[in-house]
């Protein structure tokens, strides 16, 4: 991750007006996506020569996290209109670092409008799944409890099928040892999405286990080995599925995957949260669960037609491999679920 973004940061101090912004710039590559040209080298050649160093991402926010806008004002004078103050930024700050597609993420509504009105376009359907836990929930036999009888069920087969499947807390040290296991788990995944934009490296997870106490990793072992690793952010009311690591032909014998939302779903009712954010992929799983959609206003800007071609084309093809055709799902058994 640190090779593909270069952060950005924007500080207005002006007339009473205290105000932070944060942006990304990410050159964008041939190899951060799949396409059908990659089959054929002569086309993977000419797809790589058509897009390397001609397309690039500038971001006002953080392009993977969960809302998070990227501008703050601290200080607003009465006649001061942030809208325009972000505007003026946003603008200067293409003019230092060109870019082929401007992001504004995770805008309120009243910013969404004004931004649409000077030619940013919306963004497409950019939401994450959570799942909002009921607070009468001290345990998860409560959750269990909680779903219609089938959804029930189900879920407790599935998790008699992980039984041989050992969960453990894993600190610095055993991350240290396991890094390369944990690395290929985790390439399994990233080698199966469609854009890999922002992918971490594995010095990411080990500075968040030395440094942020709100991180933590839960790893999987089969017979002692690693089949599988969930990492998780908790922070006030809200426990979040940050990246997941699996082994595939495990998945399918052990169903890792509904273990560690179930697994995410007790971690978050034993912290006490309102939220459990689960993430963009796999929606259908998701609301099996009893996850929702949660919708952000984000819009972007092109700034040339061979960005908006190849956007257009990636969005599309992300949608179809997160589940943009999944069903709405009804598990519990009463409506305050």
Known sequence: MRSQVKPLYATVVRNGLVAT????????????????????????????????????LLVCGNLIAIDAPGYY????????????????????????????????????????????QHGYSEFGTDLTMALTLNKKWNTFDDYLHALKHKYAQRARKLIRDAAAVDRRNIDVAQFTNLRLQFQRLFQNVTQ?????????????????????????ITGYFQNHQPVAFATYFTTNDETEMHYIGMDYSANERYHLYFNMMFDGIRKAIENKSHVLEMGRTARQAKVIVGAKPVYFNSALRFHNPLARWVFNTLRSRFAKKAGADWEPRHPFKSVEN
Not at 86 to 109: F, G, M, Y
Request: hydrophobic share 40%; net charge negative.
């Open 21 to 56: 912004f944060y942006f990304q710039f990410i050159p964008f590559r041939s190899h951060y996506f799949d396409s059908p040209f990659k089959k054929y080298t002569v086309t993977c050649w000419l797809e790589s020569l058509l897009v390397d160093g001609r397309l690039s």
């Open 192 to 216: 199966r999405q469609s854009i890999r934009l922002l992918i971490p490296e594995m010095d990411y997870y080990e500075d968040l286990l030395r440094h942020d106490s709100r991180f933590s």
């Open 73 to 116: 004002f601290d200080t607003l004078p009465l006649n001061a209109d942030p809208n325009n103050v972000l505007q003026e930024v946003v603008q200067r700050v293409q003019n230092l670092k060109p870019a082929s597609i401007t992001v504004i993420k995770d805008c309120d509504d009243n910013l969404f409008a004004t931004l649409k």
